[in-house]
């Protein structure tokens, strides 16, 4: 479905912004959990239109210029649209995600968000900062995230006795 959207072969009416580049680009997109009737929940996501990130396990220095750009276009196209500033927005990344292609949340500050929590997402301007500071930081920091009992992640960590 993430490829639908980017293809424009679905959702291309809800799309609220497009950087149509290949390496730095993306589209924001409103989250389906969000109805768009109210901004308390405002809830949108940045798919980036590059398919070899999979997550924030992959970022290095050299995409900093397309994390830049779905961070400040990001930030400008909903102000534009939905007259929220900047901050007042919570952006940020999943590790891990709950599917394989790199994206950026977007939330209203005040929306308690699912995943929003410190133990799952990790904001952007941190990533950018930590990535500018050292360009392998996500292959080299232990990342901890929590697990549901029925995920077969957990599963096999419960396999392999590390849990």
């Known amino acids: 479905w993430v490829y639908n959207i980017l293809e424009k072969k679905a959702e291309a009416d809800r799309i609220v912004h497009e950087n149509p580049d290949p390496s730095n680009g993306f589209v924001l997109v409103p989250d389906?959990?969000?109805?768009?009737?109210?901004?308390?929940?405002?809830y949108l996501i940045a798919l980036v239109h590059r398919r070899d990130i999979k997550s924030l396990r992959d970022l290095t220095?050299?995409?900093?210029?397309l994390l830049?750009?779905?961070?400040?276009e990001?930030?400008?196209?909903?102000?534009?649209?939905?007259?929220?500033?900047?901050?007042q927005l919570r952006i940020y990344l999943h590790y891990q995600p709950s599917y394989q292609h790199l994206h950026v949340?977007?939330?209203?500050?005040?929306?308690?968000?699912?995943?929003?929590?410190?133990?799952?997402?990790?904001?952007?301007?941190?990533?950018?900062?930590?990535?500018?500071?050292d360009s392998m930081y996500y292959q080299k920091r232990a990342l901890?995230?929590?697990?549901?009992?029925?995920?077969?992640?957990?599963?096999?960590?419960?396999?392999?006795?590390?849990?």
Request: no cysteine; glycine share 8%; net charge negative.
């Open 144 to 163: 901890t995230f929590p697990l549901r009992a029925d995920e077969p992640l957990f599963k096999k960590f419960q396999e392999a006795g590390k849990v």
């Open 61 to 65: 220095a050299e995409h900093l210029p």
């Open 105 to 133: 949340h977007f939330t209203a500050l005040g929306y308690d968000a699912p995943g929003s929590s410190v133990e799952r997402a990790h904001l952007l301007a941190d990533v950018i900062d930590n990535l500018a500071m």
């Open 68 to 72: 830049r750009n779905v961070l400040q």
């Open 32 to 42: 389906l959990k969000w109805n768009q009737n109210q901004l308390d929940d405002l």
């Open 74 to 87: 990001g930030k400008e196209a909903i102000v534009k649209r939905f007259g929220v500033p900047g901050s």
